[in-house]
Structures are given as C-alpha cells and as structure tokens.
C-alpha cells in the first residue's frame, strides 16, 4: 500500500477506502504490520496529490493516536514520531495553500512562521 501511495498509482477518489484498509489493519494486533500502516499513513498524508480531505485525514490521524497508545514501546515511538511528522506536514500544506502558492521553502520554516502569520504574540 505504501509504494502504491508514493508512487502516485492510486487515484484521489480512492483515498476513503484505503484509509478504511488501514483503519483494519491498525486494529489488528500484529506489530510488523501495524508498523507498515505507519509508513502507508505517513505516505498518505505527505503526498501532495491527494487532497486534504478532512475525514481521511481525521482518521489517518486517529490511527496514528490509536498506535501511539500501544503497549509495545516500538510502536508507540514510532507512531509518535509519525505524528510529529504529518503534523508537521499538514501545517506546512495548509499554509501553501492559504498563502496562494507563496509556499515556505521546508516545513519546518513554515511552523516557524506560524506565529507570525497568524498574528499570534510570544
């Protein structure tokens, strides 16, 4: 699923139905494949050709905080770095499109620029 996601192979209308896979497979138990979901979510939501669509994207999201609170440590690191990263992301693209294609040059300018776009003080 991850390599179908970076490589463009899937349409942006299948987006709710491989979302749903990956809600299955999160739910099960097996740490090697809940470990791929990871991957496939942060593939997902880091590709620029699938819309941000708010209820995959919610629960793209859901999966990761449901992984976070895995018993196994492995899991719940990993699943809170891929947090950290799609949230990351998701700012980054939600400012290059509120500023009209004048986009940041890395997501991490962007989230230091946060503050000062949105008229937030220290």
């Excluded at 491989?18 to 299955?24: E, Q």
């Excluded at 895995?70 to 949230?87: D, E, N, P």
Aim: aromatic share 4%; charged share 15%.
């Amino acid at each position: 699923m991850q390599k179908l996601l970076s490589h463009n192979l899937l349409s942006s209308g299948a987006l709710p139905a491989v979302v749903k896979v990956l809600c299955t497979h999160a739910e099960k138990g097996e740490e090697q494949v809940q470990l791929k979901v990871l991957q496939a979510t942060s593939a997902l939501l880091d590709n620029q050709r699938y819309p941000l669509q708010i209820e995959p994207v919610s629960k793209a999201l859901g999966i990761c905080f449901q992984l976070y609170g895995s018993r196994s440590q492995v899991l719940s690191m990993t699943a809170g770095a891929t947090l950290r990263q799609v949230m990351t992301l998701l700012l980054y693209r939600t400012m290059s499109a509120a500023t009209d294609g004048a986009q940041p040059e890395s997501p991490d300018e962007a989230v230091s620029e946060l503050p000062a776009q949105a008229g937030w003080l220290y």
